[in-house]
C-alpha cells in the first residue's frame, strides 16, 4: 500500500463501515469492559474466576512448597487495580476522530482528521478516514456508489481489518492489575516485558517495578502475511512462544525497509529446535518512511511496529534480558494466582541445588532430559560433563541464587525458563543462567543451558 493524497487513497472504507466503527466506543469514552481472553483459572477451569473471588474478598490459595534459597528480595505484593491507559500517539487521535463522528460532531472530527493526516502523511488508514469523511459532507445523491475502477479491493480489505483490530484491542482491555500468566516471576533487574497477542494484533509493554509488573503501554502490531505457528524457512508466519530481545541493531546498518531500528529475538529457541522448527532473523522492527503501519497480516514473520512505537520499545529494551512472550490468544490473570507455579518452581531448584551440594552424580541425572545440553564459554557440552562441572562449581557448598525469573509456556510441550545468577557463600558474583526445562510425566528436565561468567 502506498500513501495517497490529500483526500485519501483511490478507494473508500465507506461511509457505514465508518460509522459502524463510531459507534463501537461508547464504552471506551469512561473505562472498557474486562478482556474477553479467558484468564489463565478460567481456561483451566479449576477455580472461580479472579473477578468473582474479588467480590468475595477472598484470594486464590497458592500451595504451599519449600522456598529454595535465594539472595534477592522478599516476593513482592500484588498490585493494586490500575486504570485503563487510553491509547497513545496518532492511534488515539485516530479513535478521537471515530468518537466524534459517532457523536455527530463531524466537523470536529473532519477538523481532527484533517489534523492528523497532515502530522503523519503516511498514515494509510487515517487518510482513508479522512477521505471518506469529506465524502460524508456531500449530498447522498452526490455520493461516490462505487468504488473507482483502479481501486485495490485487497488493499481496501487490510485497512478496514487494520482499523477493526485497533477497535477491538482497545475494547478488550486486559483486567486491571493482572499480567500475562507466561511471567511467573520476573527478576528485579529485569525492567520491562513484552507480550505480544497475536489476534488482537496488539503488543504490550509491562515495567517491573516495586509493585511487580504493571502495564506501561500498548500498541498495534503487523505479523506474518501467512499467520501464526512458525514452522520453517521461509513460510512467512511469525513465530509462537517465549524469547528475548538478542541485540539493538544500528539503523544505519538497515535498509529504509526496516524503519529506525530493529530488535532480534532468540528464534528458533532450543525448544523450537527441538521440534524441527527452522529459520531465522524474527525481529521487531519499524516501517518504511513512507509507511505509518502495515496490515495485520504482512510480515515474513517478524512483529512490525510504527516507528514512533519502536523507539519506545528500543529505549527499554535490555539486551539478552528483556523477555518477549508471542502467544495466539494472551491469558491475563492475577499475579497472586502465579504464586503456586513460583512456589513449585523454587522447591524444584532447591532439590537441583542440593543434589549439587551433595555431590551427587545420579540425582543431577535425573535432572537433565536424554538430549540435555549446556552452551557457554564458546563450547558445547553434554550431561556428564555438565553434571562434573556442576559439581566441581558448587564445592560442597549451598549455592544461593539472586534475580530469579520463570517464564511458562503451555503449547505443546510445557516448559519453564528460568534465568538467575548463582554465588557461593561470602561471593558476590557467580554464573549466571538461563536453563530451558520441559515436563515430562510428573518431573522437570532441564534441556537446553546457556551459562556465562566464572
Same mark, same amino acid.
Given at each position: ?7 485519501? %487513497? ?100 473532519? =477538523? ?5 493526516? =497532515? ?32 481501486? #485495490? ?18 475494547? +478488550?482491555?486486559? *483486567? ?8 511467573? +516471576? ?5 525492567? &520491562? ?39 520453517? +524457512?521461509?513460510?512467512?508466519?511469525? *513465530? ?10 544500528? %539503523? ?15 528464534? *528458533? ?15 521487531? &522492527? ?22 514512533? #512505537? ?12 528483556? %523477555? ?16 503456586? #507455579? ?55 557448598? &549451598? ?13 505443546? #510441550? ?35 543451558? +546457556?551459562?556465562?561468567?566464572?
Amino acid at each position: 500500500m502506498t500513501c495517497a493524497g490529500p483526500l485519501g %487513497p483511490r478507494h473508500r472504507l465507506g461511509i457505514a463501515l465508518l460509522l459502524a466503527m463510531a459507534t463501537a466506543l461508547p464504552a471506551l469514552a469512561t473505562q472498557a469492559p474486562p478482556h474477553r481472553a479467558k484468564t489463565k483459572a478460567q481456561a483451566e477451569a479449576k477455580t472461580p474466576p479472579a473477578k468473582a473471588q474479588a467480590k468475595r474478598g477472598k484470594t486464590p490459595p497458592a500451595p504451599a512448597a519449600k522456598p529454595t534459597a535465594r539472595a534477592d528480595r522478599p516476593a513482592r505484593p500484588a498490585p493494586a487495580a490500575l486504570p485503563v491507559r487510553p491509547a497513545a500517539g496518532a492511534e488515539a487521535r485516530l479513535i478521537e476522530v471515530y468518537r466524534l463522528f459517532g457523536r455527530g460532531q463531524s466537523v470536529e472530527a473532519l =477538523a481532527k482528521a484533517q489534523k492528523l493526516v =497532515a502530522d503523519q502523511p503516511n498514515f494509510q488508514l487515517a487518510q482513508l478516514v479522512y477521505g471518506d469523511l469529506l465524502a460524508a459532507r456531500l449530498p447522498p445523491a452526490r455520493r461516490p456508489s462505487q468504488m473507482r475502477p483502479d481501486a #485495490d479491493p485487497q488493499a481496501l480489505s487490510e485497512l478496514a481489518d487494520e482499523s477493526r483490530r485497533r477497535l477491538q484491542a482497545l475494547r +478488550e482491555r486486559p *483486567p486491571p492489575g493482572t499480567v500475562p500468566s507466561a511471567f511467573v +516471576e520476573l527478576a528485579p533487574s529485569i525492567r &520491562h516485558a513484552i507480550a505480544v497477542d497475536t489476534s488482537r494484533s496488539r503488543l504490550y509493554l509491562l515495567e517491573n517495578g516495586p509493585q511487580g509488573l504493571q502495564l506501561k503501554a500498548d500498541y498495534y502490531i503487523s505479523v506474518g502475511k501467512s499467520g501464526i505457528g512458525k514452522q520453517a +524457512e521461509g513460510d512467512a508466519r511469525t *513465530p509462537l512462544g517465549i524469547y528475548h530481545v538478542t541485540s539493538n541493531l544500528d %539503523p544505519k546498518t538497515l535498509r529504509d525497509f526496516y524503519g529506525i531500528g530493529a530488535l532480534p529475538i532468540n528464534y *528458533p529457541n532450543p525448544y523450537d529446535v527441538r521440534r524441527g522448527r527452522t529459520g531465522s532473523g524474527i525481529w521487531l &522492527h519499524g516501517t518504511p518512511r513512507t509507511q505509518y503501519a502495515r496490515a495485520p497480516l504482512s510480515t515474513d514473520g517478524c512483529v512490525v511496529l510504527a516507528n514512533n #512505537d519502536l523507539q519506545e520499545l528500543i529505549r527499554r529494551a535490555q539486551i539478552g534480558a528483556t %523477555p518477549v512472550v508471542v502467544a495466539q490468544n494472551l491469558q491475563w490473570t492475577a499475579p497472586a494466582q502465579l504464586q503456586g #507455579d513460583k512456589q513449585a518452581f523454587d522447591k524444584t531448584l532447591a532439590q537441583w541445588l542440593d543434589a549439587r551440594a551433595q555431590g551427587d552424580t545420579a540425582r543431577l541425572q535425573k535432572f537433565h532430559a536424554p538430549d540435555f545440553r549446556r552452551i557457554g564459554n564458546k563450547k558445547t557440552i553434554d550431561s556428564a560433563q555438565g553434571i562434573t562441572e556442576d559439581i566441581r562449581a558448587a564445592n560442597g557448598q &549451598h549455592l544461593l541464587l539472586k534475580d530469579v525469573s520463570y517464564l511458562r509456556w503451555n503449547g505443546e #510441550d510445557n516448559t519453564m525458563v528460568s534465568s538467575f545468577g548463582e554465588v557461593a557463600a561470602g561471593q558476590r558474583t557467580g554464573r549466571q543462567r538461563r536453563q530451558y526445562w520441559i515436563r515430562q510425566g510428573v518431573e522437570w528436565r532441564i534441556l537446553q543451558e +546457556e551459562v556465562s561468567g566464572s
